[in-house]
């Protein structure tokens, strides 16, 4: 069946780069695009940006200077990247298929020294 | 960029109440509306995709209506399991919106 999950630090300090891996089982990653999706308590839910199943990228604005998203799809993997932590940051962190239909588990990130 | 006004933020109902939800978009978003139920410390789940398509494995009380820049959400009949927070999402075109939410109780 269709799986995903996040893997992920827990803390990082302020300035840092975050790093989490999605890994997908059941279905194609280049067959389907990859999501990301935060949610903090300030803001809620917001819309990172996608990795499509051609391998390019569309990024939210509010994150482009600082993220990056990438994949390895011999290890059905897709990566997060974001540099320069903020405290704002802090949040839950989920990797999500195509049409917003299944969501892994999420990472809780925590930004604080 | 399209904003998602969702309301209710606060909802408290009886089982068996019929119990409607409201996104409006900033501008038209078309039918690319879903709408999501998500428990406390969970991962959201689909409940309907392109404004009133039901998920498969959600219960028919669900329904979802709207197009354009008005959406909702319907629980026909509530279910105790039904106490949620419900969010709406536009994928009309990027960068998406999420609603804020609709903290759903049962009175």
Redesign the interface.
């Known amino acids: 069946q269709v799986q995903l999950k996040e893997t992920g630090p827990g803390l990082v300090q302020p300035t840092q780069t975050l790093s989490i891996t999605c890994t997908v089982s059941g279905f194609s990653l280049t067959s389907h695009y990859i999501?990301w999706v935060r949610q903090s308590p300030g803001k809620?839910?917001?819309?990172m940006g996608f990795i499509r199943s051609g391998g390019s990228t569309?990024y939210?604005?509010?994150f482009k200077s600082r993220l990056s998203i990438s994949r390895d799809t011999s290890k059905n993997q897709v990566f997060l990247k974001m540099n320069s932590l903020k405290t704002e940051d802090t949040g839950v962190y989920?990797c999500v298929r195509t049409?917003?239909?299944?969501?892994?588990?999420?990472v809780m990130v925590t930004v604080s020294s | 960029d399209i904003q998602m006004t969702q309301s209710p933020s606060f909802l408290s109902a009886s089982v068996g109440d019929r119990v409607t939800i409201n996104c409006k978009a900033s501008q038209n978003i078309n039918r690319y509306l879903?709408w999501y139920q998500q428990e406390l410390g969970?991962?959201?789940?689909?409940l309907i995709?392109n404004a009133n398509s039901v998920?498969t494995g959600i219960p028919s009380r669900f329904s979802g209506s709207g197009s354009g820049t008005d959406f909702t959400l319907t629980i026909s009949s509530l279910q105790p399991e039904d106490v949620a927070t419900y969010?709406c999402?536009h994928?009309n075109s990027?960068?998406?919106?999420?609603g804020?939410?609709t903290k759903l109780e049962l009175k």
């Open positions: 999501q809620g839910l917001e819309w569309e939210n604005s509010e989920y049409s917003f239909d299944y969501w892994g588990q999420g | 879903n969970e991962a959201p789940t689909l995709y998920q969010f999402l994928h990027w960068p998406y919106t999420f804020a939410g």
